[in-house]
Nanobody
Framework: QVQLVESGGGSVQAGGSLRLSCAGS??????MAWFRQAPGKQREGVAA???????SLADSVKGRFTVSRDNDKNTLYLQMNSLKPEDTAVYYC???????????????????WGQGTQVTVSS
């Protein structure tokens, strides 16, 4: 069982930045991703990164968000810049065993989930 613990959420004004972290044992063996879910909306993929560093970003965050991982520290990061009110959501970290490049932003391809951290962006 892999336990994921997110941190770094909070409240910021539009245009601000936040950095989310996700830690867990053995994460270097997994594909990792960030998802988010706003009230009344479906969970959506934000950013994903494979063990070899290949990445995928949702169109809505390209140019603003950066995903990275430190395999030595078993930690996943999401740097969020130029935040917008529409980025407000609970952000979840997820880990999955697949090493291929398919469905990187599909929740179905992830097995382990963190408890989520709230990000609130005010206008």
């Amino acid at each position: 069982q892999v336990q994921l613990v997110e941190s770094g959420g909070g409240s910021v004004q539009a245009g601000g930045s936040l950095r989310l972290s996700c830690a867990g044992s053995g994460l270097s063996a997994f594909r990792m991703a960030w998802f988010r879910q706003a009230p009344g909306k479906q969970r959506e993929g934000v950013a994903a990164i494979l063990k070899d560093g290949r990445q995928s970003l949702a169109d809505s965050v390209k140019g603003r968000f950066t995903v990275s991982r430190d395999n030595d520290k078993n930690t996943l990061y999401l740097q969020m810049n130029s935040l917008k009110p529409e980025d407000t959501a609970v952000y979840y970290c997820a880990a999955g065993p697949a090493s291929d490049g398919f469905g990187l932003l599909s929740p179905a391809r992830y097995t382990y989930w963190g408890q989520g951290t709230q990000v609130t962006v005010s206008s």
